[in-house]
Structures are given as structure tokens and as C-alpha cells.
């Protein structure tokens, strides 16, 4: 079965060109095209794909608020790359706050495109844990959001923070269950509760809740 793609830019020579990349594999089949954010929110709830590939900067409507709107659908809604030109941009910090399950420089090559894309929807998260640590040191909130995010850490039981840390490395289910010697189900399970205790929509959203809260520090490995 193929994966449902839905590109998002507003330059017709660049969704031409992620087209003709993402199509050339046999598990992936490009359903729709956006010019503006508005317009990709419109077609993510007509066409329901598995993967939305987004730019951030579009008129209309830019990337960071149709992440938004797209992600706010719980576990059935989309999941979302963000194709950006800078790794260190308050904008992508933005976007991945929000629900975007990873980013991608528009620089990337073509299999790590395709790559991107098949992590991104088997579910787990397309994070570089170093280029996470700078981000959130450069654009962390504080305050309330800080104080609303370690009060959520307090319910996690001990292995549920031994979770978290390793999802904070960027950890898959699949290398969280060989490390603390645990079935991959139970691994799944316990990444599941982490994140309704900290009430957020996917890993990288624990991610930066986890650095954010000051539970994971930005100079750990």
C-alpha cells in the first residue's frame, strides 16, 4: 500500500521537483499539491495523506499555522515535514513546537528526502538531537509554558523519564526497547503515555517539552 503524499510550496519548480523524486518509489504516490498553507490545509482534510511535505515561508497562509491546523486532527491527522532553507530558524523551532513531526534542508539530497518521508510515517520523528539542543537554547520559551511543562514531568513514573530522555536523543520505539531490554509493544506503550501525560501530539513535541521543562539539559549528550 502506498504512502499519500501532499506537497505544500509555493514555487511549481520545486513541487515538481519533490514530485518527480517521491514518485519515482514504488511505495509513494504524490496525491495533491499546494500553493499556499491555505490551500494545503484545505486538501490535507479532502485527501487525507499520510505525509504532508511543507515549506514554511508561503503567502497566504505560511507553513507554521497550516502545521497547526493540520496537526490539531490528534493521532488521525497527518504528519508533517518541514522543508526549510536554515536549520537554526525560529520558524522551524515554531513549526516543530506545534506538531511537525521533523525537518529537512531544502539542500538534502533526494534519498534522504525519500528516507525522511518513510520515518516520518512509520511514526517515528526525524530529529537531530544536537541541531534540537541549539534550537530550543535559541528560541526556548519561559515562564508559565516551563512551569505547565515540568508539572506534567511529575507524573511520569521512573521508566516513563527513562523514556523520555531516550526519545530526547532522537531514539526510535524500536532502539528504546534494545536499551532498556523491553518488548517493542511496550516501548510503543510507554512512548504513548509519555505523551498524553505531557498532553502533546508527537515526539518531537515531547522532545522540545522535554529540554524546555529543563529536564533534559541542552549541554547533555
Known sequence: MNLKLLLADDDAMVRAG????????????????AADGSDAVALAAELSPDVVVMDIRMPTMDGLAA??????????????LVLTTFELDEYVFEALRVGASGFLLKRASPEDLVEAVRVIASGDSLLFPPVMRRL???YTAAGEQADRLRSNIEFLTDRERQVLRLVARGKSNREIADELFIGHETAKSHVGSVLT?????????????????????????
Open 197 to 221: 501525560k505531557l498532553g502533546v501530539h508527537g515526539r518531537t513535541q515531547a522532545v522540545i517539552a522535554a529540554y524546555e521543562s529543563g529536564f533534559v539539559r541542552t549541554g547533555e549528550g
Open 18 to 33: 519533490l514530485r518527480a523524486v517521491l514518485n519515482s518509489e514504488h511505495d509513494l504516490e504524490v496525491i495533491g499539491e
Open 67 to 80: 502545521t497547526e491546523q493540520i496537526v490539531s486532527g490528534g493521532d488521525a491527522a497527518p504528519r508533517v
Open 136 to 138: 530550543v537554547a535559541e
